[in-house]
């Protein structure tokens, strides 16, 4: 074939997915191609303007560690931090930013325009070139051909996407860009498994219409996390976001009008993302909700346009307007862009390799929403391991995966092309059954030499890396050899904080096992001349696995046990609602799929693992009480399905 331009990799779409993949295979020495429509929007937030959150944050640790962009550019747009779940365990706590929109794009343009071995191309790609089962470039409807030995697909939402606000459809990537139609159709004539899926976007909202006084504060930590390792400080200027709540006024408005949600007209078919529903699922799913919640968040520092996080919407804008007016402190609020639902086409990711490779065409690989999830979090991992094994392959490298025990993102993959999706897939701590050991502040410990190993951890970073693990080293044997004793000045004050005996002596390890006693308490216990060897974040990493230790033993324990039980037989008569702590979703899940033993249960997507422990142990008491006969699935040879009401 003749070609106007060959390159090592191209990567298709400028998206958090495609950003991170191209810069991948980029610094892996391949020459690369970011193909997008817009050269202007490369890193667009499409939805929210932020990074991070529950799940989510961890991800962005993980893409850190191992040589990732997305952590560096938030940590240089953010404008407010912020560690969510603070007062619980240090598994499950979780950095977050908003961003400067803008900011946000023009750095991670700069970022990527800065990498070597990285080339930036406008145009739409409509076609793929494959021969022999292996894919050889790209069509353009400009009529350009692009080759390539590996291409990544990492279009977003624009594959054949529909956009819906009331009852006018047209066809769309996002709000005021074109749907990618002739890509989509050569995507399904490689005879992958295709779905449609469905997000939603709110309305942003005119910051100088605002009575703000009407809205509660939230303002950002005094002590910013950054996302990445490489960053010491967060210096830029902090913004507040605020806080309000939908009422009874607009529920009932909502309701009155649910004939002009293409959600409830039966417009949309497909299935949106259960953790993000638009204000009218909220409405109708949860009638006996006086109010929900509403986050006001500011898009950036030299605009007033102000996102409306939890009222995600596609009714009618001039509707729109009318229920955000029924709101105290938006009486006289206007609506800079109302909100809109979309459809898109996704593949099946069971059609993949655990190297986001298809496997039905060689050096084809796909990341991001293309595959089934949500989230700019949940694109950029993917985007970065579909970079890393298209430059790896296309250097005849061996290609490289991450395992569920040591990362999120191994999970994520693992879930995806074993289980697929029924549903836009989020990343959330439960769906790791190593998540004690998986914490945002050890993603380094567990990945980052694996970023050195592949070239894509430089060797300052590196220097920081093996740095910071002395310091750590030596901060846990201090806190194991320091002791705080009864004759102390400061022991009355940490036994009335912990509101309990300390004993004669206990070490400042024992001592941060205590109610009440944090890291701000242990510095203050440690000699000045110590407390310059540490930082505050090395603190709380060697405290974390101190806490952590005797846990990770009986998690192990745990897991085994799971496994050891999938021929266990799930009754008949079994109820899972009878099961304690089971959230709706798995109540869904299992009821709609009725597996017949523990094993078939294990393999539901999005079963938890703390969701299967629970299941578990209710099985076993069932067949405790009724060992024999016909609570078993299989009676005198015959196979005994469950009925279902």
Known sequence: MIFDEHFDVIVIGAGHAGCEAASAAARLGANTALLTLNLDLIGQMSCNPAIGGIGKGHLVREIDALGGIMGRVIDRTGIQFRLLNRSRGPAVRAPRAQADRAMYRVEMRRTLEGTPNLSLRQGLVT????????????????SRRMGATAVVVATGTFLNGQIHTGRQTYSGGRAGEPASIEFAQAMKRLGLRVGRLKTGTPPRLDGRTIDWEAFEPQPPDERPVPFS???????????????GYTNESVHAAIRANLHESPLYSGKITSIGP???????????????????????????????????????????????????????????????????AIEYDFVDPKELTPFLETAKVKSLFLAGQINGTTGYEEAACQGLLA????????????????????????????????????????????????????????????????????????????ERFNQRRARLAKARIFLKQSRLRRSDGRYEICAKLSGQDLGDSLTLAELALRPRIDVMTIMSLMPSTAKGEFTIADLETALADHLYAGYLDSQDAGLRRLHQHDALNIPN????????????????????????????????????????????????????????GLNGRRVAGFHVKRSVS
Request: glycine share 10%; charged share 25%.
């Open 229 to 243: 390792f490489s960053t010491d400080y967060i210096g830029q200027q902090q913004m507040n976001c605020h806080l």
């Open 127 to 142: 076609g793929l070139l494959i021969e022999d089962g292996r894919v050889l470039g790209v069509e353009l409807q400009d």
């Open 274 to 340: 259960r953790y993000c529903p638009s204000i009218e699922d909220k409405v109708v799913k949860f009638p006996e909700k006086a109010r929900h919640q509403l986050f006001l968040e500011p898009e950036g520092y030299a605009t007033n346009e102000v996102y409306l996080n939890g009222f995600s919407t596609s009714l009618p804008a001039q509707l729109q307007q009318e229920l955000v007016g029924l709101i105290p402190g938006f009486e006289r609020t206007r609506i800079i862009r109302p909100g809109y």
């Open 573 to 628: 008569s079994f109820s899972f609602r009878t099961v304690g702590s089971l959230s709706q979703e798995i109540l869904e899940r299992l009821e709609r799929a009725q597996p017949e033993n523990f094993g078939q249960a294990r393999h539901i997507p999005g079963m938890t693992p703390a969701a299967l422990s629970n299941l578990l142990v209710h099985l076993t008491a069932s067949q405790q009480r009724c060992p024999a």
């Open 387 to 462: 970079g890393i094994n298209a430059g790896l392959g296309s250097m005849g490298r061996p290609m490289f995966r991450l395992s569920r025990r040591e990362s999120y993102i191994g999970v994520l993959i693992d879930d995806l092309i074993t289980h697929g999706v029924d549903e836009p897939y989020r990343m959330f701590t439960s769906r790791s059954e190593y998540r004690l050991a998986l914490r945002h502040d050890n993603a380094d410990e567990r990945l980052e030499p694996h970023g050195k190993e592949l070239g894509l951890v430089g060797d300052g970073e590196w």
